[in-house]
């Protein structure tokens, strides 16, 4: 069955760290690029990061710049995202998403271009 599982999440308080787990079934990520989204309550999905075949591209929206990390493991055909210095605002739902080849020109933060989405892992940051 083609799809992605998403794990990791849970409750943290602010500053600590979680990494989250994005693992492909049913096709290699050697031809599909990843993106991480989340929600929050009452708030639109958003792109958080990105990384593309070759795991050399990565995105990431600002607001989790120098905190959160994507990362490739090929031989586990599974991509990581490792958040540090969690914040309140980073609590929603986690969502991966895989697009095969490549997300094109423009933005990788646009949910349209996906094939395949998780069911999501929640995260809480929370003192």
Do not use: H, M
Not at 88 to 100: F, L
Not at 108 to 126: A, D, E, M
């Amino acid at each position: 069955q083609l799809g992605v599982v998403e794990s990791g999440g849970g409750l943290v308080q602010p500053g600590e760290s979680l990494r989250l787990s994005c693992e492909a079934s049913g096709f290699t990520l050697d031809v599909y690029a990843i993106g991480w989204f989340r929600q929050a309550p009452g708030k639109e999905r958003e792109g958080v990061s990105c990384i593309d075949i070759s795991g050399r591209v990565t995105d990431y929206v600002d607001s989790v710049k120098d905190r959160f990390t994507i990362s490739k493991d090929g031989a586990k055909n599974t991509v990581y995202l490792q958040l540090n210095g969690l914040k309140p605002e980073d609590t929603a739902v986690y969502y991966c998403a895989a697009i095969r080849w490549t997300w094109g020109t423009g933005t990788c933060f646009n949910p349209l271009k996906y094939n395949y989405w998780g069911q999501g892992t929640q995260v809480t940051v929370s003192s």
